[in-house]
């Protein structure tokens, strides 16, 4: 049986399977299956007030997980799909009320990675699967960091390779008041009012809006202290740390000699999305007493979200 078959089989007898997207990895379980999802907020040690992303293979199976579906919710499916934009709409009834936190809307999207569509289509139903790591962490985006965190007796590993994005898709409720962007990614709200014709909101903490749950407070977290510098060379302020790790541009402002360690990280802002959670679990696992990430000041989506994930990454907890 090749792997594709055998983590079909697994999901089906209520297994959990960590499935690579072209965001990042998922832990995978049947929606319709809710006691294998509450495994999945188990594993993950996961509020269960913070509802989870359902993934289809098509936008036919998408839209049977929801109640209703507009003509705005249609064109933005097709504009994005198959790719990194998550949708929220009113809920089917039968999709289990864990899975939606207990809320009325639930969040779809079809994912892009070949891998994921194949595990989907070979399952023949739609699945959740929130970020592969536990809560409040790091997201994984390759192979080894998943296996870093599962056992092969808990979940299923599928091996897709790194992922592309390297950023979790872009959130957007669609509502009859209106759009608005719940969790920002490479999807930005420009693009996103293009396709809709009107204005996007932005902020999931808004007033009046239902508020995406794993947006509030810290998130993205390593273990280690992690603080934002705006120039390269004010991570020089933390050189008397007893050790720290420098993330930033390459060759730039830290001239970092043992025991302090320096991560250099690409200019153009796809790269330096795929690259960054790497680079935190990379200067996370050398136990340092700060990480210290030089914020890249770039244009444009990509460079918000990276900024966003950053600045929860630093949250105090
Ligand atoms: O890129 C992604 O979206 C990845 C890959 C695996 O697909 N998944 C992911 O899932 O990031 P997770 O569980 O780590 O993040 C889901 C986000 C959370 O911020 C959650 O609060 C929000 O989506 N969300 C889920 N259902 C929602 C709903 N019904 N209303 C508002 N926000 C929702
Ligand atoms: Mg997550």
């Known amino acids: 049986m090749d792997a594709i078959a055998h983590a079909a089989a697994h999901l089906r007898a209520g297994g959990l399977v960590a499935m690579p997207t072209e965001t990042v ?8 299956d809710a006691g294998a999802v509450e495994r999945v907020f188990a594993a993950k040690g996961r509020p269960s007030t913070n ?10 199976m998408a839209r049977g997980c929801c109640a209703t579906w507009t003509a705005e919710a249609d064109a933005l499916a097709r ?12 809920k089917a ?14 969040a779809v999207r079809v994912p892009r990675h070949p891998v994921a569509l194949a595990l989907i289509e070979a399952v023949g139903e739609p699945l959740v699967a929130p970020s592969a790591n536990k809560s409040g962490y790091v997201s994984p985006t390759t192979v080894e960091h998943v296996r870093g965190v599962w056992s092969e007796a808990q ?7 790194a992922c592309e994005v390297g950023l979790e898709s872009t959130v957007v409720a669609v509502g009859h008041d209106g759009l608005r962007v719940l969790r920002p990614g490479v999807i930005g709200p420009e693009e996103i009012e293009r396709v809709a014709g009107r204005p996007v909101q932005e902020g999931g903490e808004g007033a009046g809006v239902a508020a995406s749950p794993g947006l509030i407070g810290a998130h993205y977290q390593p273990q280690a202290r992690v603080v934002l ?20 541009p390459p060759g730039g402002g830290v ?6 360690v320096a991560i250099a990280m690409a200019g153009d802002a796809a790269e330096y ?25 770039g244009v444009g989506p990509t460079w918000d979200a990276v900024r966003e994930r950053l600045g929860r990454a630093a949250a105090s907890r």
């Open 25 to 32: 990895y998922g832990l995978a379980a049947l929606v319709r």
């Open 51 to 60: 509802p989870l992303i359902v993934h289809a293979s098509s936008l036919e």
């Open 79 to 90: 504009a994005f799909w198959p790719g990194p934009v998550t949708l929220v709409l009113p």
């Open 93 to 106: 009834d039968w999709v289990p009320d864990v899975v939606t936190a207990g809320g009325r809307t639930v």
């Open 155 to 161: 979940v299923f590993v599928l091996d897709g390779g």
């Open 229 to 248: 510098v705006e120039r390269p060379e004010d991570g020089r302020a933390y050189l008397g740390e007893s050790k720290a790790v420098f993330i930033g």
């Open 255 to 260: 001239d970092a000699g043992a025991p302090h």
């Open 273 to 297: 999305a795929r690259n960054l959670y790497d680079a935190l679990r990379q200067a996370d696992a050398m136990e340092p007493s700060v990480i210290v990430v030089c914020v890249p000041e």
